[in-house]
């Protein structure tokens, strides 16, 4: 996927206004078949998988044992033993080790499908209608998934995404994934690059692991204690449980930039001129006009309204903590 | 948007980190940066300027300017003092890229060293600097 097409601000603003459509198959994708699948996936997955019904989909971390975020992903269930996990690619090698590893003594096959499936992410206020006639397909509910027949081949649609609009993700087979491509843009879907993604999915606060999430800081620092049930015992639960029940040092927070400056990934947070943190995701936001991101701060900094500054370059820039999302429709 | 096509104007001076210069009798002189720099950058969201009274130095970094991905220096083609900075670009940072020779100019300058204007380049030399790179 290049950066871009035509232009950051203008794919941004199709999908925030119109459709547009990511080419996402550097996803990896694996899947978990047999009758120890579920309670394997409890094993290894932060989330209560236990909830997920057929056709259901579901967001967890992969922790390690200190409950370090390995990995974030989406949990589909096709079957009753069946469930596909999309993996962010430059962890999917580590993860299907990981997996393969933590699968002794369950009942489970562990596949690397990635071969099997290209992925484009349609997104947007208009992205549904537009599938859905194009394709000719009937579309799942949000956060669910479904099995349908798209260039002729099996698919999957799920109705997920990672732009804070609605839309959905086809999983489709590689071979006919250009002729779709080509069909969805003959219907006005805007093609979109990388540099969208990143700037959609900063406004709605949307974690990318190897910025905001990392092997060194847990979900509760990183303000995913929402996808983390201890109770189901998963590999980094006690971690995970100690660190809800403690409290952690630093907490990830969105912040707004309040005059110039943009903010990069590695920026020093200040308060008060003492260092307090550092950005993790930083860029201009295209529909708020300013510079917005993330950032590991204090945790007693971390609350909305805190004012502090980003060292910019050099250039303290004075930022405001903000309440998720940054961006709201509307 | 739509991006003017590539064009480097003959009356020009060009730096070859991609800023121009236009001579403005023999003590001032306009700054930016070239077509091809906008190009390389992309949409620029936001220009940090100099303040009036700075003094900049010929090869060193006197602005930033950035794109939604990427921070870029800019680079003085001369020496001199800044006597006014294009605060049209605060609100419109993207005439950089509509028009980088003329609403998208960044800067302009009293030359401290005039005579440092024959190390620059023509408008050819510079195009045959971008076909060769």
Redesign the interface.
């Given at each position: 996927m290049p950066v871009l097409y035509e232009g950051i601000k203008e794919e941004h603003s199709a999908v925030r206004t119109h459709a547009g459509v990511f080419d996402v198959s550097h996803m990896g994708e694996v899947e978990v078949e047999g009758p120890g699948a579920l309670a394997f996936l409890q094993r290894v997955l932060s989330n209560d998988v236990a909830k997920v019904e057929l056709g259901g989909a579901q967001y967890s971390c992969l922790c390690a044992e200190d409950g370090g975020v390995l990995d974030d992903l989406f949990a589909y269930r096709l079957g009753g033993d069946r469930y596909l996990l999309v993996t962010n690619s430059a962890n999917h090698e580590a993860d299907l080790a990981w997996l393969g590893r933590w699968s002794r003594g369950f009942d489970v096959a562990v596949r690397d499908v990635a071969d099997r499936y290209a992925m484009l992410a349609v997104q947007g206020p208009h992205a549904r209608p537009i599938v859905a006639r194009t394709l000719g397909i009937e579309l799942p509910a949000r956060m669910r998934v479904s099995t349908a027949r798209i260039g002729g081949r099996p698919a999957l649609v799920c109705g997920t995404g990672y732009t804070g609009e609605d839309g959905v993700e086809l999983l489709i087979d590689p071979e006919v994934a250009p002729a779709i491509w080509a069909e969805l843009l003959d219907a006005g879907v805007v093609p979109c690059g990388l540099g969208a993604r990143d700037t959609l999915r900063l406004e709605a606060c949307f974690h990318l692991h190897g910025n905001d999430l990392s092997p060194a800081r847990n979900p509760i620092e990183a303000g995913l204690g929402w996808c983390c049930a201890e109770a189901t015992g998963f590999v980094g639960a006690e971690a995970v449980a100690s660190a809800r029940r403690e409290g952690t040092a630093e907490q990830l927070a969105p912040f707004e930039i309040e005059g110039p400056g943009i903010p990069r990934q590695g920026n020093p947070v200040l308060a008060g001129g003492e260092p307090a943190g550092e950005v993790t995701s930083g860029s201009f936001s295209p529909s708020l006009e300013r510079g917005i991101g993330m950032a590991y701060v204090r945790t007693d900094l971390a609350e909305p309204g805190t004012a502090l500054e980003i060292d910019v370059r050099g250039k303290h820039r004075a930022a405001r903590i903000a309440s998720k999302p940054l961006y709201r429709k509307g | 948007?739509t991006l003017a096509d590539a064009h480097y104007p003959d009356e020009l001076l060009y730096h070859d980190q991609h800023d121009w210069a236009r001579l403005d009798g023999d003590e001032h002189a306009v700054f930016g940066i070239t077509w091809y720099a906008q190009d390389s950058l992309?949409?620029v969201?936001?220009y940090?300027p100099p303040e009036v009274g700075d003094t900049i130095d010929k090869d060193q970094s006197y602005a930033?300017v950035?794109?939604?991905?990427a921070?870029s220096d800019v680079i003085a083609p001369l020496s001199g003092e800044v006597v006014e900075v294009n605060d049209g670009l605060?609100d419109a940072p993207e005439q950089i890229n509509g028009d980088p020779y003329g609403e998208g100019w960044l800067v302009k300058v009293k030359l401290s060293h005039p005579n440092e204007a024959e190390q620059l380049l023509g408008a050819g030399e510079y195009r045959k600097l971008l076909e060769n790179s």
């Open positions: - | 948007m992309g949409e969201v936001f940090d930033e950035e794109s939604v991905k921070v605060a």
